[in-house]
């Protein structure tokens, strides 16, 4: 297939187009520049069978609230548009951020956006369902927390705790977790799983919004004891920053209902996989 991959120098998109180009798709890769204006203009979509949109700002805390809404809203909405115009099918990177604090993690909603990354991911979302495609396949991956072991330490403070963890216990043999951490669960799941997910969903998927996770929440606590325990680490522990505390997901479960008719697939439990990589 001839793919075009938005965010190929991003965590998840340098996993996925390596996956591709093995697979023997002919992949094309863009991404956006520093600043507002992209690295390249806009991206070529005619003679592609397949947009696959991942390219965003993904932090949390980044200040330009103007640059968050051009980059993950209005060119989402772009490609989303060209792509209807010349009948190429699109997939896209959505968040479970949208969910925020909720504890109920069901695609059609409610959601509680509590960040403005969240809410570009939550606008764009609610585009797509209040403009349906007629002619291609529109997928939207709401990603979990995705961690995994290679293409993740230029992303600093917003790296997956998986990455933050591993980096200060081999650093500085102590890892710094936030105060009742035990109390602290997320949906865990692996690039490497959400790559399988991807290859497998674009010869045998659904038009839809799909949740990405394993289903099953793995504590921040169990997390840095596992990493802990392998690097002969200390643990300490330091109090949540204030500008955290409205936003924090203190939980987060993928629903896979309307997930896993369409995969048959084993996920790897983060412990397992701390184990299992260097």
């Not at 863009?30 to 390219?55: E, F, K, M, T």
């Not at 987060?252 to 995969?263: E, G, Y």
Request: charged share 15%; aromatic share 14%; net charge negative.
């Amino acid at each position: 297939m001839k793919i075009l991959l938005t965010g190929h120098k991003g965590f998840i998109g340098q996993n996925l187009y390596k996956t591709l180009l093995k697979l023997g798709h002919n992949v094309e890769g863009w991404d956006w520049g520093d600043g507002l204006a992209p690295s390249a203009p806009y991206p070529q979509i005619v003679g592609r069978d397949i947009v696959i949109h991942l390219g965003a700002i993904s932090s949390t805390t980044y200040p330009n609230v103007e640059q968050i809404f051009t980059q993950n809203t209005d060119f989402s909405i772009w490609l989303y548009d060209q792509c209807q115009a010349h009948n190429i099918d699109f997939h896209y990177a959505s968040s479970a951020s949208v969910y925020g604090t909720l504890n109920h993690f069901n695609e059609a909603g409610p959601f509680q956006p509590q960040s403005p990354y969240a809410y570009s991911k939550y606008l764009f979302d609610r585009h797509i369902m209040q403009n349906p495609a007629e002619h291609i396949k529109v997928i939207g991956f709401r990603y979990f927390n995705v961690y995994g072991h290679y293409g993740e330490t230029h992303k600093g403070d917003m790296a997956s705790p998986y990455t933050k963890f591993i980096k200060q216990a081999k650093e500085q043999g102590a890892i710094k977790l936030f105060e009742d951490s035990d109390q602290y669960s997320r949906d865990f799941i692996s690039v490497e799983d959400v790559v399988k997910i991807h290859c497998t969903m674009i010869n045998n998927a659904q038009s839809g919004i799909y949740n990405i996770g394993t289903g099953k929440p793995v504590s921040f606590q169990v997390v840095a004891e596992s990493i802990a325990d392998k690097y002969n680490a200390q643990i300490t522990y330091v109090p949540m920053p204030n500008n955290l505390k409205q936003q924090y997901q203190k939980y987060t479960c993928a629903d896979l209902t309307r997930l896993k008719p369409l995969i048959d697939h084993e996920f790897q439990c983060i412990t397992e996989y701390i184990n299992s990589h260097n």
